[in-house]
């Protein structure tokens, strides 16, 4: 079993900044991150595979970085230029297995989610 701590998030007005921590307990291969916003569906954001290789939803392209501690067993969110619309509960996930890095379906741990809100 593995356990990730997420931490980061806030409030942020339109353009600024944050930046999401998840620590994991345990080797993983796989980390992403995805979101929730109120009355919608959770949506991926980004993910990063074997510490190297990055994949990002288009609407986070060119804003979000997504990168990984492997030292510290911890993958980041940079969020810049954030927008109200980034208004969300964002959770972080993990697995051991392959799979679709974009499907939530396909991972085994996940984060307990932080808040980010965006003010316009």
């Known amino acids: 079993q593995v356990q990730l701590v997420e931490s980061g998030g806030g409030l942020v007005q339109t353009g600024g900044s944050l930046r999401l921590s998840c620590a994991a307990s345990g080797r993983t291969t796989a980390t992403g991150w995805f979101r929730q916003a109120p009355g919608k569906e959770r949506e991926f954001v980004a993910g990063i595979w074997s510490g190297v290789s990055t994949y990002y939803a288009d609407f986070v392209k060119d804003r979000f970085t997504i990168s990984r501690d492997s030292a510290q067993n911890t993958v980041y969110l940079q969020m810049n230029k954030l927008r109200p619309e980034d208004t969300a509960v964002y959770y972080c996930?993990?697995?051991?297995?392959?799979?679709?890095?974009?499907?939530?379906?396909?991972?085994?741990?996940w984060g307990q989610g932080t808040q980010v809100t965006v003010s316009s």
């Open positions: 996930a993990a697995r051991r297995r392959i799979g679709p890095i974009q499907v939530g379906e396909t991972y085994d741990y």
